[in-house]
């Protein structure tokens, strides 16, 4: 999944990814200063087209003419994209998602994903099988979740042999027919802007608070890049940064939203991103306003599931 950081020139990227990282607490002879002014002024906001700086508006595009309907993820005629070269193919779809929808798909990925099925692994158990009930203490050391196609880290590849099966016969088993929903969903999503793909590896990952970030990184392990990546968030607000092929270039910074979706086909599929914060206190409240353990834990959290297409589809 994961192409190499090391280049040769300054890494302008990893200036800018520090720059929004929460400042620390001020101590020793310095406790006295006023801690840093934090500058969100170059973040692109697609939900509040109001709040861009003029420069930033420029750069927004709407898709014309684009329209999708599910019965499990809502309905959307809003598509954006950024008019910049090393972007082309980034697609941005602003929360289509109704409230019970997000919840819905919340309790998913904390209950049943990451629970009581032998197909997924998690960073927590490694290539065995996952636990049998959620202990809600373990659940905040959860970082990542994979179906399908598991991607393996050090070698960084996918093969046949770390696949999770997909039984055909569906009935009695919510949580694989949840995950044959999604490879629908996400299938759909990608035609919408033009693109056939077949959803084969989804990775979810939990982000616990504010010291949890995902650094620079381009997806590369797939067989066809010409395949889109296709993700959609829940709970608290980040701030995504996307370059270009190399990290000499300083990337754009954009909010990425409780409920939003974003596609990463053509030039953007070779980009490198990162997620260096998430602000806190931005979780929908209806995502934690009851007295439930998934519900106290979206309250300082964000969940991501992204799809991909492994291998090159038959001609």
């Known amino acids: 999944m994961y192409q190499d950081t090391k280049q040769a020139g300054p890494n302008v990227f990893r200036q ?10 001020v101590k020793g002879r310095n406790r006295r200063k006023q801690p840093p002014v934090e500058d969100f002024s170059s973040v692109i906001d697609f939900t509040n087209l109001e709040n861009n700086s003029p420069e930033n508006l420029d750069l927004i595009k709407q898709v014309p003419s684009t329209s999708f309907q599910s019965q499990y993820f809502g309905t959307f005629d809003t598509v ?10 980034l697609y941005f779809v602003p929360n289509p998602f109704s409230e019970d929808e997000q919840k819905y798909w919340v309790k998913r990925c904390l209950l049943d994903f990451p629970v009581g099925n032998h197909n997924n ?26 179906l399908g196609y598991h991607f393996q880290w050090t070698p960084r590849i996918y093969t046949e042999e770390f696949r999770g099966e ?32 077949v959803s084969e590896a989804t990775i979810i990952n939990y982000y616990t608070g504010v010291k949890c970030r995902m650094g620079a990184h381009v997806d590369s392990s797939e067989e066809d890049l010409t395949k889109p990546i296709v993700s959609f968030s829940f709970g608290n607000t980040v701030v995504f940064l996307i370059g270009d092929r190399t990290l000499q ?36 409240s209806f995502l ?16 991501n599931m992204n799809c991909r297409q492994v291998k090159v589809s038959p001609s």
Not at 16 to 25: A, V
Not at 125 to 136: F, P, Q, R, T, Y
Not at 167 to 196: F, H, R, S, W
Not at 290 to 299: I, L, P, S, V
């Open 16 to 25: 800018t990814e520090k720059s929004f990282r929460k400042p620390g607490p």
């Open 166 to 197: 997909t039984p055909k016969d569906l009935q009695g088993l919510p949580v694989l027919t949840c995950v044959l929903i999604v490879i629908e969903i996400i299938q759909d999503m990608a035609k919408t802007v033009g693109y056939d793909m």
């Open 249 to 284: 270039t300083e990337p754009t910074a954009l909010y990425i939203r409780s409920g939003d979706v974003v596609i990463m086909s053509d030039e953007s599929r070779y980009s490198y991103h990162a997620i260096p914060r998430m602000i806190e206190g931005t979780c929908p």
């Open 80 to 89: 954006y994209t950024i008019d910049l070269p090393h972007l082309q193919g």
């Open 121 to 146: 692994i998690t960073n927590l158990e490694g290539n065995k099988e996952l636990w049998d009930d959620i202990d809600e203490e373990k659940i905040y050391k959860l970082r990542w979740a994979s």
């Open 288 to 303: 934690y306003d009851g007295e439930t353990f998934w519900e106290q834990y979206m309250e300082t959290s964000r969940i």
